[in-house]
């Protein structure tokens, strides 16, 4: 079965060459020679059929030419003989060299699309984040137990079924209305993003109605996906942990208790293995207009190979954005306890309060946070994809001929292109 995209490079793999392409290989010649290639001077397979210009006087191998002579200190289109075996400089039609990428380059490139779109990426993270957090905000006034209720019970060394029942279910029945406003916040941020970015990388920029039509097809497949993963994750993480639960309800204390240690070390390991393997998941849906199963497998595919670099970088990712949000999160919090009147004394409680002005407060520092992390996630994944593309399928000279670059064959192309 082949689960690549329809818009796979050609060359990718020796499996997947046309008969055209194989011929095209065979009677390629280099730039400047008109006599005819024998077989013994037929670049290997794979190899890209744009090589450096022939030189029949010296040859690759040879000397430069000395000091105050022609061509002395470069070769036209290969680099520089002063700085070694230069390749020749990749295309950037965008935000990011057409070649494989560094973890820098990729965070770089993430904060650049912003930077360079700013009106149509923070407009985008900026509507996302007000509606999500106005939601919480609503749901944490109204529903949330009321925070002398929560220290009420806090300093009750004895308290009853029913409360602890009403405190838990206000609890969770708010956090799980947060959590819900959120994936579907994420999700319509994410699909969108990652258009911006398909494009941003062909140097091509996008209106927030043009990201939102060509991401609104496929909202509900994304939407199974980002459900999916997690619940594939926590059942890791349930795995793991299932025989010492079992030993400790039998009445088996130590080994329950060494057993429930040890599985959730495991659980959490196959955890991160699973959430990384299947991080590029959503991009390949979006770029590939994959199902739900086969952009799971097309990630896996991907990932293979790489898997600690792809978690290097989305760790890395992740670290950024919790520094981020927290500067801007924590300032935010002391001011809203400030202005609901609570003081310091409100770090030590269990529930700083839910009145309006701690929310407001708080839930501006929010939007503020996610306005600005919303693009660095979403940038750093859809980069990520991009580069395992690139370093294993060519990519970068599909994506050379759709942003029409000269000198990368025909710009006409019957496979959909990232941005295209």
Known sequence: MNDSPGWASPGSSSSDRSPDDEEHTKHAQAPGDSSHRTHS??????????????????GWGAPPPPPGQPGWGKQPGWGNWNSGWNQPPAAKPGIIPLRPLGVGEILDGAVTTMRAHWRTVLGISLAVAIVVQLVATVVTRYWLPDAGDLNALSKDPDPSVDELTDAMSGALGSSGVAVLVDTLGTVIATAMLTIVVSRAVLGRAVTIGEAWRDSRPRLLRLLGLLILIPLLVSLALLVGSAPGLVLLATGVQALGVALLLVGLLAGLAAAVWIWTLLSLSAPALMLEKQGVTTSMR???KLV?????????????????????????QMPATFIGMIAGGQGLSAMTDPAPGNGWAYLIVVGIGAV????????????VTALLYLDQRIRREALDLELARAAGIPGYGDQRSDRPTPGS
């Open 304 to 328: 293979r190979g790489n898997w600690w670099r792809v978690f290097g970088v989305q760790l890395l990712a992740a670290i950024l954005v919790l520094i981020v949000s927290s500067i801007i």
């Open 368 to 379: 503020i946070a996610s306005t600005i992390t919303f693009p660095i996630r979403a940038g």
């Open 298 to 300: 097309r990630s896996a």
């Open 41 to 58: 001077d037929e670049p290997p397979r794979n190899w890209s059929a744009r090589q450096p210009p022939a030189d029949r006087g010296q």
